[in-house]
T-cell receptor, first 113, second 112 residues
Framework: AQSVSQHNHHVILSEAASLELGCNYSYGGTVNLFWYVQYPGQHLQLLLKYFSGDPLVKGIKGFEAEFIKSKFSFNLRKPSVQWSDTAEYFC???????????FGIGTKLQVIP | DTAVSQTPKYLVTQMGNDKSIKCEQNLGHDTMYWYKQDSKKFLKIMFSYNNKELIINETVPNRFSPKSPDKAHLNLHINSLELGDSAVYFC???????????FGQGTRLTVV
């Protein structure tokens, strides 16, 4: 069975600091990987996704993630965070079939002005 | 235009009641889902339907019964509501296998 672990549950950063959120998954086969963001009181929105090809994926709002197959990781990065990035971030994996997308527990990011 | 819409947005009800949450998507997607997000923000899939057919049922109590009258709609009916059912329920849809899911705004259910 597939599973996702996010190591940082609550991250507090000052504006302009760099961000890296860890995500590891467990599944031996081909996977599709996602990062979703949930702003306070809102629904989940897709930040970026990896299906195949270049393992460095660029998403919206300056976010990027790198798929490292040997480490089963898909870490999210942003060089300089803004106050508006305050949100909950979810890593997710789908190992194929009819879309059983499994989410990590989420990381709450708080950016201090 | 809202791609995935759920109603109601908020639902407060007493224990033991029966309630329904409706979901509609106008994206032409084949697959729809219900997710439950608990107070700790943990998201867990409950059901998945593909072309009105149940594909995934993740150990959800029988009190929860999804219904898909057509592939654009997936409603969730809950019988005999319990305190532990309080959560935010998200509907989502996707085009096919291996594509991202689009989420609705969520329904915050509070059972008192």
């Amino acid at each position: 069975a597939q599973s996702v672990s996010q190591h940082n549950h609550h991250v507090i950063l000052s504006e302009a600091a760099s961000l890296e959120l860890g995500c590891n998954y467990s599944y031996g086969g081909t996977v599709n990987l996602f990062w979703y963001v949930q702003y306070p009181g809102q629904h989940l929105q897709l930040l970026l996704k990896y299906f195949s090809g270049d393992p460095l994926v660029k998403g919206i709002k300056g976010f990027e993630a790198e798929f490292i197959k040997s480490k089963f990781s898909f870490n999210l990065r942003k060089p300089s965070v803004q106050w508006s990035d305050t949100a909950e971030y979810f890593c997710a994996v789908n190992s194929g079939g009819y879309q059983k997308v499994t989410f990590g527990i989420g990381t709450k990011l708080q950016v201090i002005p | 235009d809202t791609a995935v819409s759920q109603t109601p947005k908020y639902l407060v009800t007493q224990m033991g009641n029966d309630k329904s949450i409706k979901c509609e998507q106008n994206l032409g997607h084949d697959t729809m889902y219900w997710y439950k997000q608990d107070s700790k923000k943990f998201l867990k899939i409950m059901f998945s339907y593909n072309n009105k057919e149940l594909i995934i049922n993740e150990t959800v109590p029988n009190r929860f019964s999804p219904k898909s009258p057509d592939k654009a709609h997936l409603n969730l009916h809950i019988n005999s509501l319990e305190l532990g059912d309080s959560a935010v329920y998200f509907c989502a849809s996707s085009q096919a296998k291996n594509t991202e899911a689009f989420f609705g705004q969520g329904t915050r259910l509070t059972v008192v």
